[in-house]
Structure formats: structure tokens, C-alpha cells
């Protein structure tokens, strides 16, 4: 049987969460992998999640996600058989794996499903350890270049450009930003095509991209494999020309997995993520 080839990319996200959060975290993990069953799964926005805690090696938690997807809808046999997908008290989805370093207050993980998901599902996650549902948690990508703290000082922003497969677009998460939603739902946009925009930014209300937007877009942008090219102008404080590269400008670990099966099992997965952490271990550190 031919290996099937899966490239992986690992993201990693620091935590702002109250200090109780961190405080009971390690409690509140080990009583859910103390419990008769480690998983569960959780209704959450008319999609179900099963969520299981797996393990926990020198304070580094390790915990499994699958999202149910929706889109999946029938079965199609080869004699033109339709029906729909029979499942027993479980769900049929995408797989999430994440580790925690509450200590550090650093959350890494990867998904083989749409990438833009993996930060929603990894809130997901942190919220099921949360004992104060009130106190919000939330997650930022952690910047490995200058670029994106000056994108955030700049005082003005003139266009955004950015290329990306539009097959990338067909499920995006539902805090994406608006551009990309609509994006997503445009039916004049063909499957697997590569998309180039440029676009400008103003203040003007009705304008597609505005200053606020524009560091949403650039932030889950960032997030997508799919996005090739990622790129802002605007005016520093001086009024002189600044142009922005954000197309590698976070922390990230890719990997290329040969596999048996179409998915990526457990212990494979806890490898994937070991080796993330042994990459970037001056991080944690």
C-alpha cells in the first residue's frame, strides 16, 4: 500500500486568560483524565466537539479535538447509491491536537482540517478547563518577525494585497472576518483557483477594507497555509511609505508526514507535536 504524503504546520498562540485560569488549570485537567471516560463531547453552536484529555509530561498537557463538519452530508457508493452517513453515538469531523504550557501561557497545535479553525477549536478546548465560564480567554498568534508590531503602530494603512486559494475559502470559521466570509459565500468565485486581490483601505465606512479590519484580515490570513502572498502599505508617523511582508511573520513548525491511512492517529500526532516543542523549546524556555 502506497504511504500517503500530509504536510503539517503547527501554530502557536500565547494565552490571556485571568490568573485563576492558569492557577486551576492543572486541577481541573487531571480531574477530567481521572474520570471513567477522559472524553466527552460538547454541543457547542449547533456543532458537536469531542474533546479528550490525553496526557500530561512536565506540565505540558496534551488534548484531542474533533469538530463536527456539517458540509458531510451523503455517502456515494460506485453502483449510484446515495444515503446519508449512519454514525452510533459519535460524530464524524476534523481532528484538532494541541499542547498547553499554562506556565509559559503558550497553547500549540495543528489541525488537517481548514486551518483557519485551529484557533477557534483551540478556545474550545482551553474553555473546557476554564472554572470561571464568565472569565474570557482569549488567543494570539505569537509574532516571530518585527513586521507585525509595526502593523499595529502605524498611524495610516493605504492597500492590502494578498493571494490565496480559493478552495481554501469553502469552509471558513465563524469568527472570520467579514472579508473573508463574503469571500467564502461569493458564487462567482470557481473551486481551486489561486485569487490575487489588492485592495485599498480607508476610514470610510463603506470602503471593504478599513483600518480595523485590515489587522483582522491580516491575523487570520496569516493563520492559512493556502495564503501565498500577505502584504500591507501604508504611512509611519513621518508620512514616508511603509510596505509589510506578513508572509511568514509568526511562529509556526511544518512538517511533511508519509501515512498509511488518510488520517493522522494519536501517537503520531503526539510526535508532531514533540517536535514542535523541541523546535521552539528557547520559546519556552
Not at 96 to 106: D, G, N, R, T
Not at 174 to 189: E, F, M, V
Not at 248 to 276: G, H
Request: with cysteine.
Amino acid at each position: 500500500m502506497n504511504k500517503i504524503k500530509k504536510c503539517v504546520t503547527v501554530r502557536f498562540f500565547s494565552i490571556d486568560a485571568s490568573t485563576s485560569f492558569f492557577e486551576n488549570f492543572e486541577a481541573n485537567y487531571s480531574i477530567s483524565c481521572d474520570e471513567s471516560s477522559s472524553s466527552r463531547i460538547v454541543t457547542i453552536r449547533n456543532n458537536k466537539h469531542l474533546i479528550k484529555a490525553i496526557s500530561n509530561v512536565n506540565d505540558n498537557y496534551t488534548i484531542s479535538v474533533v469538530k463536527e463538519r456539517n458540509t458531510w452530508q451523503t455517502k456515494a457508493t460506485r453502483d449510484g447509491e446515495i444515503s446519508g452517513l449512519a454514525v452510533n453515538q459519535g460524530i464524524i469531523g476534523d481532528p484538532y491536537y494541541f499542547s498547553v504550557l499554562p506556565k509559559q501561557k503558550i497553547i500549540f497545535g495543528f489541525t488537517t482540517g481548514p486551518i483557519g479553525s485551529l484557533k477557534s477549536a483551540a478556545q474550545f478546548a482551553l474553555d473546557q478547563f476554564n472554572s470561571d465560564r464568565s472569565e474570557n480567554i482569549t488567543l494570539s498568534l505569537i509574532p516571530k518577525e518585527k513586521e507585525y508590531s509595526k502593523l499595529k503602530e502605524l498611524p495610516d494603512y493605504s492597500s492590502l494585497h494578498f493571494k490565496i486559494n480559493s478552495s481554501s475559502l469553502s469552509d471558513v470559521a465563524d469568527d472570520a472576518p467579514q472579508l473573508i466570509k463574503n469571500l467564502s459565500s461569493a458564487p462567482y468565485i470557481e473551486n481551486n483557483i489561486q485569487l490575487s486581490l489588492d485592495l485599498d483601505c480607508s476610514n470610510d465606512p463603506e470602503s471593504i477594507v478599513t483600518k480595523q479590519s485590515l489587522i483582522e484580515i491580516v491575523n487570520y490570513l496569516s493563520e492559512n497555509d493556502a495564503c501565498t502572498v500577505l502584504k500591507v502599505k501604508g504611512l509611519d508617523n513621518e508620512g514616508k511609505k511603509v510596505n509589510l511582508d506578513f508572509g511568514n511573520a509568526f511562529m509556526n513548525f511544518k512538517v511533511e508526514l508519509k501515512l498509511r491511512s488518510k488520517y493522522i492517529d494519536q501517537s503520531t500526532s503526539l510526535e508532531v507535536l514533540s517536535s514542535a516543542f523541541d523546535s521552539m523549546e528557547s520559546l519556552f524556555s
